[in-house]
């Protein structure tokens, strides 16, 4: 476990992303748990876990803000 990269995980992650959103957002999700339980049990974050980070939030904050933006326009019409 320790030294463990998780950069080649994100590396595939964003290829999923570019294939199909859903599969990419499931990989993010386990592949930044196991990143999560790497670094509860060295101590230290492994390398490839912000980005990880950095794509789950860059993935999932635009959808949110679609959704708040949408939703209300569909109602107020």
């Given at each position: 476990?320790?030294?463990?990269?998780?950069?080649?995980?994100?590396?595939?992650?964003?290829?999923?992303?570019?294939?199909?959103?859903?599969?990419?957002?499931?990989?993010?999700?386990?592949?930044?748990?196991?990143?999560?339980?790497?670094?509860?049990?060295?101590?230290?974050?492994?390398?490839?876990?912000?980005?990880?980070?950095?794509?789950?939030?860059?993935s999932v904050v635009p959808l949110i803000l679609l959704i708040v933006i949408i939703i209300p326009a569909l109602f107020s019409s």
């Amino acid at each position: 476990m320790a030294g463990q990269s998780f950069t080649g995980k994100a590396v595939i992650t964003l290829v999923l992303y570019f294939i199909l959103w859903v599969p990419g957002l499931i990989a993010n999700i386990l592949f930044y748990k196991e990143a999560r339980e790497v670094k509860r049990v060295t101590g230290h974050a492994p390398h490839g876990m912000g980005c990880l980070s950095v794509m789950f939030w860059a993935s999932v904050v635009p959808l949110i803000l679609l959704i708040v933006i949408i939703i209300p326009a569909l109602f107020s019409s």
